[in-house]
């Protein structure tokens, strides 16, 4: 059967072109989408774009580092990093600021650091080193499965404490979905997500804000200036752009129309100002990256790359997919940002590491892979 020649070489400069044409969409984004409000609250139009550009100083330089070590190293410390990321997610509990009604941020000198990110990482890395080591055991529920899932009990359940339980649902995603191609038996990940649903059924309906959301998501016209309104917003910048779009910096919806408009919600402003055409480009680009890192951890040379790069693929996919899902009213309201392109701190600097560990994987893979 005759083969094609893949170089990993060319598979890094394709992933690298990708993020940074995202990061420059969400450059331009940020500040269209942000200046005239941050205007209105601080008298600084370029606030969050400075701080933004900031951010991308700091996470350009740990992708570097990230980039220049061994990656194998990880898994020598895994453990420890794992126990790291819960101390932080307890500390952040106690000393935490408290924002909204949720504990999840550190505030230091000025800026926010939200552990719960540093936090899925570790789980990731965790887990690659736990299925490398235990991979002839995976099938066996008392040494191969309940292991994980105690070390992702207790992660999910701190985070769950913040409150934040979509960014629990999103932590068990991308633990399952690297045990079900580690070769987990499928009973066991199904059993578990069937003994979930009614404590998901109680944490979603017995707590009024995330009813709410549901209901809204269902029917947002039901309290159109209430539960409803930012997905009712979010659609009307979506519609509003058409084809084309308005053009850059002519949206009408981030005019305190439109909540988080530069976080949470800058798919529908990119929708507004670029049109179908700006909103098809960005799945495009989501996609061109999930192909092209998949390659990577399908050819890495070992256990733990493959599954760490899996695991790193999995939860930028996941918070690519819901941030536009939610966006679009496919999904309730969640807030997770866009990767790459929203304004934040922590997330886009835990991306770009990511980034960096991607093509560090991919590095240390680099005799040239053969495809049928």
Not at 306 to 328: P, Y
Request: charged share 10%; hydrophobic share 55%; net charge positive.
């Amino acid at each position: 059967m005759p083969y094609k020649r893949i170089s990993m070489r060319n598979i890094r400069i394709s992933i690298f072109l990708i993020t940074f044409i995202l990061i420059c969409i969400g450059v331009v984004m940020i500040y269209s989408a942000s200046s005239i409000y941050v205007w209105e609250k601080l008298g600084d139009s370029n606030f969050y774009l400075k701080k933004q550009i900031l951010y991308l100083g700091i996470g350009f330089i740990l992708a570097l580092i990230a980039m220049a070590f061994d990656y194998r190293i990880l898994q020598k410390y895994a453990k420890i990093i794992f126990g790291i990321s819960l101390f932080l997610l307890i500390l952040v509990l106690v000393v935490g600021k408290e924002i909204g009604g949720a504990r999840r941020w550190f505030r230091i000198f000025g800026f926010s650091f939200q552990p719960s990110e540093l936090a899925q990482v570790g789980l990731i890395v965790y887990l690659a080193d736990f299925i490398s080591r235990k991979k002839n055991l995976i099938h066996n529920f008392w040494r191969g499965f309940l292991p994980p899932m105690i070390a992702l009990a207790a992660m999910a359940s701190l985070i769950l404490m913040q409150p934040d339980l979509g960014g629990t649902v999103s932590l068990i995603a991308i633990a399952f979905i690297m045990l079900f191609v580690a070769g987990v038996r499928l009973s066991n990940l199904g059993f578990c997500i069937l003994s979930a649903l009614p404590a998901l059924h109680f944490l979603i309906f017995n707590v009024p804000y995330r009813k709410a959301r549901i209901l809204a998501f269902l029917n947002p016209w039901l309290d159109p200036k209430g539960s409803g309104f930012q997905i009712i917003q979010s659609q009307i910048a979506l519609g509003s752009g058409g084809l084309f779009g308005l053009g850059i910096g002519q949206s009408r919806q981030k005019l305190f129309y439109l909540p988080a408009a530069h976080t949470d919600f800058i798919f529908s402003i990119i929708g507004e100002e670029l049109g179908l055409l700006g909103t098809l480009l960005i799945i495009v680009l989501f996609i061109a990256f999930i192909w092209q890192t998949s390659l990577i951890s399908r050819y890495a040379n070992d256990i733990f790359g493959k599954f760490l790069s899996l695991g790193i693929i999995s939860m930028i996919a996941l918070k690519a997919c819901i941030n536009i899902g939610v966006s679009i009213g496919f999904l309730p309201t969640k807030g997770l940002p866009l990767p790459f392109i929203s304004y934040g701190g922590t997330a886009l600097v835990i991306d770009m590491i990511c980034v960096g560990l991607l093509l560090n994987i991919s590095r240390a893979n680099d005799a040239t892979a053969a495809i049928s």
